[in-house]
């Protein structure tokens, strides 16, 4: 068995002052290095959640982690230097251009001036923004801003990678890119991968294992494999259904029910 | 049925303002107006009452005029001209899609927002107004009296504010067509504002007024004069203050003017929606994307002077994004054109400490635009730090470096343009004065760094800004008004305490805004 890369124990996160929306209910997850983890669930499951508090952004209201064998809350200087985060709703600085803006980020985590700028040419070209990369943010559309800041979360080039919704602005031909460079950084630099999104397809070709999070509990865990045969499904899709539940048909017309009675 | 859709949206633009306060937002206007009124018709004139030896002293004093002058000049383009210059400057919040894709006309954007954001205006302008009420108790201003001086100063704010969001949507969407134009939009927005501040003040001050009398004849542009609301407020004012008193008291010329405001600020409104509704597009404005220069030698010098290395590269990107936004550099003008025009107004005065006074009272304005910028790329950018190792120190600062870098030569800039007004300057005085202001702006910039942090401001909305910025002046005119009351004023004891304050203050509002910072999710 490989080593752990990220250990949680009964780790807790609720927001407001007396904690009325919990968002993380204790989780106990393990995810082993150089495994991609997948994780899934409804809106406000508690994903981006789950990430910030392994990116040390947002302070657990219970329990502990580890990441990389640094302590959640003892180390996490020590973990924000090992992670790279994409995260789901970025502020980046609209009035530097691409190019700046990795220089900002390679400073923000201390890469050394000469490998900074080799390695944000050799990313933006990768991107295809290359001929781009001195334009000023402002003008990018939101998937071109999206692979700027996938750049940016791999300009330090950490161990650990959290992609929240990766390509759910990109194009079918930059997702898949973005797919292939997430399998490649996983099988050929051993990274270990934590990526949450709502695209079933990815999620099924990329993840070693996946996660089922439901308003902040951990409700499913294991391979795809064995998702199914637990549900008795033969598709991730019907497999999540089963797990999280679904809007029954006779619901999704009911709103229109009082009008039409009335016309 | 339709529903009026300005309402609603004045409806949004109050909810939104007052969303703090969560279910009280509907008393907000009470919760504030009532202790506001208390404190004038009662607590003021008591508390006036009380050192009523020194403040006689006070008006007494030779240097009193040219202070009071000065306080009320800060005091109006505070609840004067700001606004004006937002209303100008903050027109792209109104171009969500999501107000596109609803069946509106522009002037219901427009109104909607103009009516939904008055109660919280006029809590300032009540404020304002009743501050200057309150120092006319004591001379015997009656109840009436005082509150036709409030609703003067109402009348005159929403029609001067109305006139500058309608002006500001026409220009708009004259220049508004490209990235660049919605910069240079903002950055007019502001500059424009200058010259109505001096025309505005020259005729409240009754300089250039009283000019235009004692050139005999009542040319065309005393006439005009004649016409701005403002002088008729100003009027009756006035005569409220030479014949305090009842109902009785009045002639029947200052409800005739009270009512004239009136009819001409709803005049005013009515023509303006009309307008609105031809000048104005709702529609999306088109951008084109700008080039990064390549680092010229000004990034490179602010590279070297903040120690190179990772630092030196943040403090670079930080300064970028606030270097090419327009408006930041347009606001620094503002406040230096204020400077000269203050200048200009007061100057000549032989008055040493003059100048000093007029920068302490700008001073404020002018590091709270500058450090506002730190949160106002939102919470997510604040992430992106908090992510980072010891990111949040780095941000700290890095926005240290950089609002230092910009208010040190625009202190010093200022600082030199209030002392062409000192007759007889040696140097020595000058040296002296710059190096205390420039210590001033820098812990005026700690201070306000830590009030942004302690209270982030997320929009790019210039009226939020102000609460932050207010809370730095009304805190150095405290200074200000307790080394008067500890008669040090104009002692160099005096002028160590207000820095000692700032400075103390600066550094525990940091401490608390940095923890802020830490812990804000
Ligand atoms: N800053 C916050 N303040 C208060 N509540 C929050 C905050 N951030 C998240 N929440 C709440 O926590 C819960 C989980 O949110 P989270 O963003 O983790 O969901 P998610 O699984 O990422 O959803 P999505 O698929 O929509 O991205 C939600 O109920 C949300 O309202
Ligand atoms: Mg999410």
Redesign the pocket.
């Known amino acids: 068995m490989s080593k752990v890369m990220i250990s949680t124990k009964q780790l807790s996160?609720s927001?407001?002052k007396s904690g009325r929306?919990?968002?993380?209910d204790r989780l106990n997850l393990d995810v082993y290095e150089g495994e991609t983890f997948g994780l899934l669930?409804?809106?406000?499951?508690?994903?981006?959640?789950?990430?910030?508090l392994l990116n040390c952004i947002?302070k657990p209201t219970g329990g502990s982690a580890t990441v990389g064998g640094y302590d959640l809350i003892e180390d996490s200087i020590e973990i924000k230097r090992i992670t790279g985060l994409l995260a789901?709703s970025p502020g980046l600085y609209e009035k530097l251009s691409a190019r700046e803006f990795l220089e900002f980020m390679g400073a923000l985590y201390d890469v050394p001036s000469d490998m900074l700028s080799d390695r944000a040419d050799k990313l933006l070209r990768l991107f295809g923004l290359h001929s781009r990369r001195n334009h000023l943010l402002e003008g990018y559309s939101r998937g071109m801003k999206q692979k700027v800041l996938i750049a940016a979360a791999l300009i330090h080039d950490p161990p650990l990678l959290f992609f929240?919704?990766p390509t759910s602005t990109l194009d079918p031909s930059a997702a898949l890119m973005v797919k292939d460079m997430m399998k490649g950084l996983a099988e050929n630099a051993g990274k270990t991968i934590v990526v949450?999104s709502?695209i079933l397809p990815i999620v099924e070709e990329l993840c070693d294992r996946i996660g089922i999070?439901n308003r902040?509990k951990l409700v499913a865990i294991g391979t795809l494999d064995e998702l199914l045969e637990r549900t008795g499904k033969d598709t991730l899709e019907k497999a999540y259904i089963d797990i999280t539940g679904a809007v029954q048909q006779k619901e999704l017309l009911s709103w229109r029910e009082l009008r039409s009675a009335k016309t | 049925m339709r529903r009026r859709k300005w309402l609603v949206l004045a409806k949004n633009a109050y909810l939104i303002r007052t969303s703090s306060f969560g279910s009280l937002r509907y008393a907000v206007p009470f919760l504030i107006g009532v202790p506001v009124m208390v404190a004038m018709f009662v607590v003021v004139p008591w508390a006036a009452g009380f050192f009523m030896d020194e403040l006689e002293l006070f008006f007494l004093s030779s240097a009193a005029v040219t202070f009071i002058q000065i306080i009320l000049f800060t005091m109006f383009i505070l609840f004067f001209t700001f606004p004006i210059s937002f209303s100008l400057n903050s027109g792209q919040e109104e171009h969500y899609e999501i107000l596109l894709s609803a069946p509106l006309e522009p002037k219901d954007v427009i109104l909607g927002k103009f009516v939904g954001d008055m109660p919280f205006y006029s809590v300032g302008v009540i404020a304002a107004s009743s501050f200057f009420v309150a120092l006319m108790i004591p001379l015997g201003l009656g109840a009436v009296q005082a509150f036709m001086v409030i609703g003067i100063f109402l009348l005159t704010f929403f029609s001067a504010l109305w006139i500058g969001v309608v002006i500001a949507a026409m220009i708009r969407s004259k220049i508004g067509s490209s990235a660049r134009g919605k910069d240079v939009g903002k950055a007019i927005s502001m500059t424009v504002a200058l010259p109505m501040v001096g025309l505005m003040y020259a005729i409240m001050s009754g300089k250039v007024y009283n000019a235009l009398l004692a050139s005999g004849s009542r040319g065309p542009l005393a006439f005009a004069l004649d016409l701005l609301p403002s002088s008729w407020g100003a009027d009756v004012v006035i005569s409220f203050a030479l014949n305090p008193g009842g109902v009785s008291n009045m002639s029947l010329e200052e409800p005739l003017r009270f009512a004239a405001m009136i009819v001409f600020f709803v005049g005013v409104l009515w023509a303006g929606t009309k307008l609105a509704n031809r000048a104005y597009s709702l529609e999306s404005q088109s951008f084109s994307s700008n080039l990064a220069r390549p680092e010229g030698q000004f990034y490179r010098a602010v590279r070297a002077v903040s120690g190179g290395g990772s630092f030196g590269s943040l403090v670079v990107s930080v300064f970028k994004d606030y270097g090419r936004r327009l408006e930041n550099i347009s606001k620094a003008v503002y406040v230096v054109g204020l400077v000269a025009l203050v200048t200009i107004f007061f100057g000549g005065t032989e008055d040493m400490y003059g100048g000093l006074v007029m920068l302490l009272f700008l001073l404020p304005f002018l590091a709270g635009f500058i450090v506002g910028e730190v949160t106002v790329r939102g919470k997510d950018n604040l992430f992106i730090y908090r992510k980072a190792p010891r990111g949040e120190t780095r941000l700290v600062r890095a926005r240290i470096m950089q609002s230092a870098i910009v208010i040190v030569p625009l202190a010093v800039v200022s600082t030199a343009i209030s002392l062409t007004s000192v007759a007889g300057l040696d140097t020595a005085y000058a040296v002296i004065m710059v190096t205390y202001v420039i210590a001033l702006s820098l812990s005026l910039v700690v201070f306000s760094l830590g009030l942004f942090l302690m209270f982030p401001v997320f929009s790019e909305k210039p009226a939020d800004m102000m609460g932050n910025i207010m809370v730095l002046s009304v805190f150095i005119m405290g200074c200000f008004f307790a080394t008067l009351f500890l008669s040090l004023f104009g002692e160099v004891a005096g002028w160590l305490l207000i820095l000692l304050l700032t400075s103390v203050a600066g550094a525990v509002t940091l401490a608390l805004g940095v923890r802020n910072l830490i812990t804000m999710?």
Do not use: M, Q, S
């Not at chain 1, 929306?21 to 993380?24: E, N, P």
């Open positions: 996160k927001y407001g929306v919990i968002a993380l669930g409804p809106n406000g499951a508690g994903k981006t959640t789950t990430v910030r947002v789901e929240d919704e949450c709502h999070i902040g | 999710e």
